[in-house]
């Protein structure tokens, strides 16, 4: 499941996503179904897929870096097309930042990609901002990503009164 939503998304917007297309394809399938037992039962890194009509239709990663900081990031989003205007970005968005929040991340962040002004728009529209960092990106080393940040200390669920 997870590869054929890895390469759907990589046929679709292969500038968008910081690994090829023939990487993806000429991965064995037993790493994909590694990281998705991984992300089964992890606190430091999870996915999460989009299934419409009992067929998956997208899919995003969520993680901490295991820096000293620990800063939340979601990446490799990605909404089948024919069904981006269910809000299908929107849905797995919150269900990866609600994961984050209750592993304890306030802020959460987003390399975008500076040509994929798509994203862009979408991350803004949902609260991200421009941190100031902007960096070549690592693996594809002829595009330029813009560093995004969104404070998501609102989202944290109070403590239950005792």
Not at 46 to 65: D, K, M, Q, R, V
Not at 111 to 119: E, G, K, L, M, R
Not at 124 to 134: A, I, K, M, V
């Given at each position: 499941m997870l590869r054929e939503l890895r390469t759907a998304s990589l046929r679709d917007a292969p500038y968008a996503f910081g690994d090829s297309l023939e990487d993806a394809l000429?991965?064995?399938?037993?790493?994909y179904d590694a990281a998705a037992a991984r992300h089964a039962d992890?606190?430091?890194?999870?996915?999460?897929?989009?299934?419409?009509?009992?067929?998956?239709?997208?899919?995003?990663?969520?993680?901490?870096?295991?820096?000293?900081?620990?800063?939340?990031?979601?990446f490799?989003?990605?909404?089948a097309p024919a069904v981006?205007?269910?809000?299908?970005?929107?849905?797995?968005?919150?269900?990866?930042?609600e994961w984050l929040v209750s592993e304890g991340?306030?802020?959460?962040?987003?390399?975008?990609?500076?040509?994929?002004?798509?994203?862009?728009?979408?991350?803004?529209?949902?609260?991200?901002?421009?941190?100031?960092?902007?960096?070549?990106?690592q693996h594809s080393p002829e595009q330029w990503e813009t560093l995004l940040v969104r404070d998501v200390s609102d989202l944290a669920q109070p403590a239950p009164a005792q």
């Open positions: 000429s991965a064995d399938a037993a790493v992890s606190h430091a890194a999870t996915s999460f897929i989009l299934y419409t009509e009992g067929h998956p239709a997208g899919l995003i990663g969520a993680n901490f870096e295991s820096a000293p900081a620990r800063r939340a990031f979601v490799a989003l990605w909404v981006r205007h269910l809000r299908g970005g929107e849905l797995l968005l919150n269900a990866a930042l991340a306030t802020q959460v962040y987003a390399w975008v990609t500076d040509s994929n002004t798509t994203a862009m728009r979408f991350y803004e529209r949902l609260g991200f901002g421009p941190t100031g960092d902007h960096a070549r990106s």
